[in-house]
């Protein structure tokens, strides 16, 4: 079974200021595919970025971003120039065939 | 609007009671899927189907719990004799078979059982 870790419960970001967000997994599979998902209170799950393993080269997503380091089994997010509409719930997620495996969580609280 | 909707998004029922859930998934996916979210957690995996066929079912899903997908387009999900270890989030996603597997979710129906 893969696991994925997020290591920080809460972290909190100045308004355009840039906050880095931790994500670790566990897999034996070469080919699979990561993602963020974004969760503001009481609204639903929306996909912020994807990563597929082959691809060396990191995903981009405007102001989200990943550093993806395989071997180190690593998937951290960055957002730039952090947003109020940026807080929310997120998830990191592991997939390699159908179901998704998601990480604890990590709320992001932007001070205005 | 053509994303995945799901209805109800509340529920409140009494312990021991029958409960349903809907789940309409983007028209053109064939891949629909059942999610349980507790308060602080994150979404674990109940099921999915592949059109009309439940191709997996996750131990989390006890002999109280049922989903079907008939025709292949919406989805139930019901809980019998409710518990109040049932009060969750379920939330239904849905995608394409096209090994580019994004999910992509509903709003969720919100369960509490007193």
């Known amino acids: 079974a893969q696991t994925v870790t997020q290591s920080q419960p809460e972290m909190s970001v100045q308004e355009a200021e840039t906050v880095t967000l931790s994500c670790t997994y566990d897999?034996?599979?070469?080919?699979?595919?990561l993602f963020w998902y974004k969760q503001p209170p009481s609204r639903q799950m929306i996909l912020v970025i994807r990563?597929?393993?082959?691809?060396?080269q990191n995903a981009t997503e405007n102001r989200f971003s990943v550093n993806f380091q395989k071997a180190a089994k690593s998937f951290s997010l960055k957002i730039s120039d952090s947003q109020l509409g940026d807080a929310a719930m997120y998830f990191c997620?592991?997939?390699?065939?159908?179901?998704?495996?998601f990480g604890a969580g990590t709320t992001v609280t932007v001070r205005a | 609007d053509t994303g995945v909707s799901q209805d109800p998004r509340h529920k409140i029922t009494k312990r021991g009671q029958n409960v349903t859930f809907r789940c309409d998934p983007i028209?053109?996916?064939?891949?629909l899927y059942w999610y349980r979210q507790t308060l602080g957690q994150g979404p674990e995996f109940l099921t999915y189907f592949q059109n009309e066929a439940q191709l997996e079912k996750s131990r989390l899903l006890s002999d109280r719990f049922s989903a079907e997908r008939p025709k292949g387009s919406f989805s139930t999900l019901e809980i019998q004799r409710t518990e109040q270890g049932d009060s969750a989030m379920y939330l239904c996603?849905?995608?394409?078979?096209?090994?580019?597997?994004?999910?992509?979710f509903g709003p969720g129906t919100r369960l509490l059982v007193l």
């Open positions: 990563q597929e393993a082959y691809k060396q």
């Open positions: 897999t034996s599979e070469s080919d699979y595919y």
């Open positions: 996603a849905s995608s394409l078979e096209t090994g580019q597997e994004t999910q992509y």
């Open positions: 997620a592991y997939n390699s065939d159908y179901k998704l495996s």
């Open positions: 028209s053109e996916h064939n891949r």
